[in-house]
């Protein structure tokens, strides 16, 4: 199977943000099991998961890892899921995964291509969790520092909480689908605001609002920026993979100190990237931060190009800082949070769905 079969065939069934943020730093290969557990949104029979070996996006000040940097060599050594009624729970088989018919894979250095698992024959209902188990070794690998999951590693004394493993990128269901949403942003859309394992971030509550035959797909990840996107490497090439992507990106280049003439210019490269492959897209104004200074003026600079000018170009503009900002003149100040807690997220996603339901907002062709 291609990259190109395995978009045809899988698509989302988890609302978790999962990307790759981090590579690990060890001075020498080290072995490590690690588990997590994923809520699945619909169910299906057959699932295949997408892994690759390059960063995502920018993380913190870019001292560490930067978007496009391409991991070590790096062994997959095992690969284990099972289903569970509930996040915590021991499930009742536990499956080997295969790569190409074998129980691991070698990842190579300087290879940034997306890579995925055999099928897996898991016969999931929506609301299920899977259990994910993973053993590698390597000394320079992707993981994901800020995923609103609880993540463990084991060691001598059991589980301890440990994000330093790799993650997949996409938990591909092959049930038919009839249109593949994709949330393109940074921590905010991603869930950070959010209590971990809780799916209470406004994409998650979005997908639970909109028909069953909608596949959601959130491409959130802490610290992006819209000049990471813009970059077109392996992080906007999955959002291109969608039918619709929705686009909230600029509180970390504001916060980078980038200013408006620049964050404008990088939307409007990733707006015309994605309708170049065929995307509709779905233009997000950029959540107010409680910024000050100059970054409060070029956050209002930001969005009224986006509104005014960007918008023309978009399929359809949400207006994300007029739902989580405070009135005039105040609009850049939060009031549920820079990261939206539960209750915040729950008033975006009802006034996403609300614009969806009386025609103002259009994910559809």
Known sequence: M??????????????????????????????????????LEHGGENYSLLFSNQIDSTFADGSISRANDVGGDWDILSLRLGLCPERGADPAVLRTVLFDGQEGRRVSAGNPEPFFTDPIPLRAKGGEWMYYEITVRGARYPYHEEMALNVSVLDGDGWRADKRIPVPLMIGSDRPVSLRLGFLGDSITQGCGTAYDSYTHWAAKIAEGLPSDISVWDLGIGYARAYDAASDGGWLARAKECDTVNVCL???????????????GDLTTIVRALKKAGCRVVL????????????????????????????????????????????????????????????????????????????????RR
């Not at 600029?250 to 404008?264: F, K, M, Q, T």
């Not at 009224?304 to 918008?311: G, N, P, V």
């Open 2 to 39: 291609t990259l190109k079969d395995f978009y045809g065939t899988y698509s989302s069934d988890s609302t978790a943000g999962a990307a790759n943020q981090v590579l690990t730093a060890d001075p020498e290969p080290m072995t490590r099991t690690g588990r997590t557990w994923f809520r």
């Open 284 to 363: 997000f104004t950029v959540p107010p931060f409680d910024f000050e200074g100059e970054a409060k003026e070029y956050w209002y600079a930001v969005n009224r190009y986006l509104r005014e000018t960007l918008s023309a170009e978009a399929d359809a503009l949400f207006d994300f800082a007029a739902v989580l900002g405070r009135p005039a003149p105040e609009e850049h100040r939060s009031v549920w949070g820079g990261h939206p807690n539960a209750e915040g997220c729950r008033i975006a996603a009802n006034a996403y769905l609300k614009e969806l339901a009386d025609g103002t907002l259009s994910i």
């Open 250 to 264: 600029g509180v970390n280049d504001l916060c980078r100190g980038r200013n408006a003439e620049e964050i404008s």
